[in-house]
């Protein structure tokens, strides 16, 4: 019993509480001596009743102060309280000095009659900052609201004794308007104590209790005092070694496990209101009467006060609507933002509903972000949502999550992965059309990934399904192949996008990342005259990674310029280390969309070149059509010096773009590499082989060469062949290959040129 006490108090408190409990042992015995003494003399002298006053408040003030500096976060309110029970003490010495003289003895005893209403704001600032605290907008401490409360409790305690008596208050300054302030303050402090208990659940805090007992008591002496109409100070021999032992021991006390909670306008909104009306009624009643001085007084400052307090929460409340609402609202688009939506799924969860939750990336908003500045972004982004929304159902959610993440919430009827699909495409399928920006068109399509949840008893927690929709969402980015539904059996192992990330960042730096070589063989004569480096992954744990697997991520957290630094730097090395043994190669590296934003870029392939003594035209780089529209000025720029450096650009995966062929007559253009979907039907399909024909014949007036991708069939060879196409890279050959393989299949093949 007495261990789980330790336990409880402050370390330190045995010693201050022993002095303390000493004390106020002292003070009740003296309670019958003090008693007589009271009723007999003045309340104010009598050396041994002030020796034990003052002994009590002295004891009181250091365990108070002490307890101020106990726990930091408590500190305000242990300060403030302390600081009151300062002022209230310390005007006792104060009183016993004056009331030594006759001549100042009323001044004592108004002294130690106003010092508790002198006390007030510091108790009552510190109370209330126990159960509140001050958020940006509400500030618990309004005094203003305070004070106006205890002016209305004067005003209408001495209206009520006005009317009692059928004459005006004598106003002597130890009359009875200080008894009745002090009555007033004590009336509120007790109000604003009584909340702590029952304000959130600082009721499981002992010392909120204490407290109360300890103004409780108080009070109940004070009020006893008022309406038995005894000399102030009557009851204070039994009340207040009771009302110290509470407080004290409330502050020696450790904090119990309570929170306090945040301020809120509202409450002193309702207070404010409920002092202007008993004001407001106090001046009528006050009026009917004839009744005047500080009864009216009091009750028309209360009133003022509260006004004001009121006008200045109807500006905070306003406020706080605002803010409330930005909380749930995504500020750009106006849609439910990241909170909104959790919350969202929190409720239908409870509910037990069935739902899909569709996560959504924009696959060329970096681009666009890059390109065309941030104005631009942000009205892609208010546009998609614009579109997205036409696509929901009621009760359907649209969010943006953030970035150019949206997702969408869609409660179902049955928890089919079809209906989810049938969303995803919907959502897919709007966002395909092309988005006129500053009067160009932009194709921003996005990856859409999708998970659905059966709803009820055993369903995945609101952060558990946003990682599964995340990991389908990524699937879908990879794969390219429209939206993607989660699938616990294939997709359980993967981590989704953010461990890829952060694993990439260090693959960078690492030598995780190696370079596959597929060969390009001169149809004429068979022999291989130049490769595509292509780049994998060598993941420590998901063994290896195809390009279509990281790169997307690249791309959309800001790697790709370091990425292909590195592909660039191995590729340029090793077609160095090829045409010092006499391999005459060329080397095709892939560029992508920011690289071509990249200003810095040529001055950089040309330091490499210069670094491995490669001759320039040995390099070519690919670039696609979608790439180069992105943003043309600033890609065909870089393009242009790239072509100025001596190097080789080549037009790649041609003919899937939708764009008109007016780059060609402006770039510096050497090659146009046909895309693989071409050459699989070129056989089987008329219109494809009148395509691929007359795409090489344009190729050669335009003075390029023409490279299929994807040849697979020697029939397809020989057809190309025909065609007159120049180069042929595929399987059919060679597939990518790493440099020392790529090198044995070189001795197979017909001899490279020399
Ligand atoms: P791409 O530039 O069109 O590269 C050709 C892709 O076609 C390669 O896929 C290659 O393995 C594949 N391929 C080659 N011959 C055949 C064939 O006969 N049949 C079929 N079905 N496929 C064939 P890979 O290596 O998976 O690369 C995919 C894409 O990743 C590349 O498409 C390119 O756009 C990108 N990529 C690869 N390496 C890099 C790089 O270092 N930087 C950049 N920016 N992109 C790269
Ligand atoms: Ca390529
Ligand atoms: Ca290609």
Redesign the pocket.
């Known amino acids: 019993m007495q261990a789980a006490l330790r336990t409880r108090l402050l370390p330190g408190a045995p010693v201050i509480t022993t002095t303390i409990v000493v004390v106020a042992a002292a003070l009740l015995l003296a309670a019958g001596q003090g008693r007589v003494d009271a009723v007999s003399a003045t309340p104010t002298t009598g050396p041994w009743r002030l020796l034990l006053m003052g002994a009590l408040h002295g004891g009181l003030l250091t365990v108070l102060f002490w307890r101020a500096r106990q726990v930091a976060h408590e500190r305000t309110v242990w300060s403030r309280i302390a600081a009151g029970a300062a002022i209230i003490a310390g005007a006792v010495p104060l009183a016993v000095l004056l009331g030594l003289s006759p001549d100042t003895r009323d001044a004592a005893v108004a002294l130690t009659l106003w010092a508790p209403v002198a006390a007030f704001p510091l108790v009552y600032g510190g109370l209330v900052r126990w159960n509140r605290f001050s958020t940006n907008l509400a500030d618990p401490n309004d005094t203003l609201n305070g004070a106006s409360a205890v002016l209305a409790v004067v005003a209408l305690v001495t209206l009520v004794l006005q009317l009692d008596s059928g004459s005006a208050l004598p106003t002597s300054p130890t009359g009875p308007l200080p008894v009745v302030a002090g009555f007033a303050v004590e009336f509120v402090i007790l109000g604003t104590v009584a909340t702590l208990p029952f304000l959130g659940n600082m009721g499981r805090d002992p010392r909120t209790w204490l407290v109360l007992g300890s103004f409780g008591v108080s009070f109940a002496g004070d009020t006893a005092t008022l309406v038995s109409g005894a000399r102030p100070g009557t009851w204070a021999w039994v009340v207040e070694p009771i009302a110290v032992a509470c407080l004290a021991l409330a502050a020696v006390l450790r904090p119990g496990r309570a929170e306090p909670q945040p301020a809120d306008p509202t409450a002193s909104t309702i207070g404010a209101f409920v002092v202007i009306l008993a004001s407001t009624g106090v001046l009528l009643v006050a009026a009917l009467h004839g009744v005047g001085g500080p009864t009216t007084w009091c009750a028309a400052l209360a009133a003022t006060g509260s006004g004001v307090r009121l006008l200045v929460n109807v500006r905070e409340l306003a406020v706080l609507a605002v803010t409330r609402r930005e909380a749930l609202t995504d500020e750009l688009t106006g849609l439910a933002n990241r909170r909104a939506m959790l919350r969202r799924m929190d409720e239908l969860a409870g509910e037990g509903t069935p739902l899909a939750l569709a996560l959504l990336d924009l696959d060329k908003f970096k681009d666009v972000n890059d390109a065309l500045g941030h104005a631009a972004g942000d009205h892609l982004l208010r546009m998609v949502a614009t579109r997205l929304e036409t696509v929901l159902r009621p009760g359907d959610l649209l969010a943006r999550l953030g970035g150019d993440e949206f997702a969408v919430l869609a409660p179902l009827d049955s928890p089919l992965g079809d209906s989810a699909l049938a969303l995803g495409r919907r959502l897919h399928d709007r966002l395909a059309e092309p988005f006129p920006i500053e009067g160009m068109v932009i194709h921003s399509a996005a990856s859409v990934g999708l998970t659905v949840s059966p709803g009820g008893e055993g369903s995945a927690s609101p952060t558990q399904l946003l990682r599964e929709a995340d990991v389908a969402m990524y699937d879908a980015k990879r794969t390219a192949s429209g939206p993607a539904l989660y699938d616990s059996a294939r997709h359980a192992g993967s981590s989704g996008n953010l461990a890829l990330v952060a694993d990439l960042r260090a693959a960078l730096t690492g030598d995780e990342l190696v ?2 070589h ?1 060969p390009q063989l001169d149809v004429t004569t068979g022999r291989p005259v130049g490769v ?4 994998r992954w060598q993941h420590p744990v998901r063994g290896l990674l ?3 697997e990281f ?1 997307p991520l690249a791309e959309v957290h800001g790697l ?1 310029g370091t ?2 630094e590195v ?1 660039l730097g191995r590729a340029v090395a090793q077609a160095a280390e090829w045409h010092r043994r006499g391999l005459d190669l060329r080397m095709s ?4 969309a920011s ?1 071509l934003l990249d200003a810095g870029l040529p001055g950089r392939v040309a330091e490499l070149l210069a670094a491995h003594g490669l001759p320039a035209e040995r390099l070519i780089l ?1 670039v ?1 059509e979608s790439v180069l529209l992105t943003d043309p000025d600033r890609s065909i720029a870089v393009v242009r010096r790239l072509a100025d450096l001596g190097a080789g650009v080549s037009i ?2 041609f003919g899937t773009g939708y764009s008109s062929l007016a780059y060609l007559r402006d770039l510096p253009v050497a090659e146009l ?1 046909l895309d ?1 979907s071409f050459t699989a039907d070129l056989l089987t399909d008329e219109r494809t082989e009148a395509i691929v024909s007359s795409t090489v014949e344009l190729a050669h007036r335009l003075g390029l060469r023409v490279v299929a ?4 069939q020697p029939e397809t060879f020989s057809y190309l062949q025909a065609l007159g196409c120049d180069l042929s ?4 050959h060679s ?2 290959l790493p440099a020392e393989q790529f090198e044995e299949w070189l001795t197979r093949s017909p001899a490279v040129a020399r």
Not at 532 to 535: I, P
Not at 589 to 592: A, F, G, T
């Open positions: 370079l596959h597929q595509e480096a292509l780049v195809g390009p279509g790169l790709m990425l292909t592909v590296v892939n560029l992508s690289n690919e696609t790649d995966d590499k693989r991708e994807g040849v697979e890279q595929g399987f059919l597939r990518p």
